[in-house]
């Protein structure tokens, strides 16, 4: 039986689902005017977070003041912002790391990374990037997560595209099977962020009713128009969504 054709029910607010989004600011062509018009649909809709490059956080802070939108600066995210020797020697330590079970390494880093940020009073997501781990390896980061106390674990980046024996390059992204894993491994205290796939209200809702918190983002306006349409308000609204289906689709 395909999961997608059972509708179900949950309740919800429209601030619920906005303070779900962080708004997804990052592909490597938008324009100036494109981040500036961006960053208007994150103060307009009061997203949890506008997701920027870190040469944008000036910007972002001048254009969200007054605001209760966090601004959220991605490190290291992959769109060619660092040296060719310093992408090469995070790629090859984090896949020898991760994919060789250095576990010790990969906690090493994760606690420095996240001493870094609480020391600044700012919180840290760490990327998995699902669609090369097994669940071994995700259930282990989750765990190492948890011990350490980050904020959040985030599926994907939503840019992983994984060549395949075919030749070909796909991508998962989200996946329901996957955010179940990370629920159930990681700590209650730690939130799950679902990036890659989850496009529509619907998905919203049913990554909301696993347990994710907040999903990666940058159809925000059509999630949040639909909600309305739907007459999702301010107020609890019971409303009904269709399920994704196990296997996601990838991309933001």
Known sequence: MNESKNPQITTVTL???????????????MTDEEILAGLRIAKEYGVA?????????PLAKKELEGTDVLVCPV???????????????EADAAAAAALSGDWEYVSNEIREFNDAVIRHGAVLKVTFENDYLEDSHI?????ICSEIGVAFVKTSSGYGFVKQSSGMYTYKGATVPHLKLMRQWSDPKVQI????????????????????????????TAILEEAKNRGITDQPTEVAFRP???SGCGGY
Do not use: W
């Not at 977070?49 to 956080?57: E, G, H, S």
């Not at 040296?83 to 090469?88: A, G, Q, S």
């Not at 259930?139 to 765990?143: A, F, G, S, T, V």
């Not at 890659?196 to 159809?219: K, N, P, Q």
């Open 15 to 29: 601030q619920q689902i906005a303070k779900m989004i962080d708004h997804s600011l990052l592909h490597p062509t």
């Open 75 to 89: 490190i290291g995210f992959p769109h060619g912002n660092s040296t060719t020797e310093v992408k090469v020697f």
């Open 139 to 143: 259930i282990r980061l989750c765990q």
């Open 193 to 220: 962020k679902a990036a890659g796939g989850v496009r529509t209200l619907d998905d919203l809702l049913h990554v909301m009713s696993l347990g994710v918190t907040r999903i990666g983002a940058s159809a925000t």
């Open 244 to 246: 994704m289906p196990d």
């Open 49 to 57: 977070t506008a997701c920027v490059k870190p040469y944008l956080i």
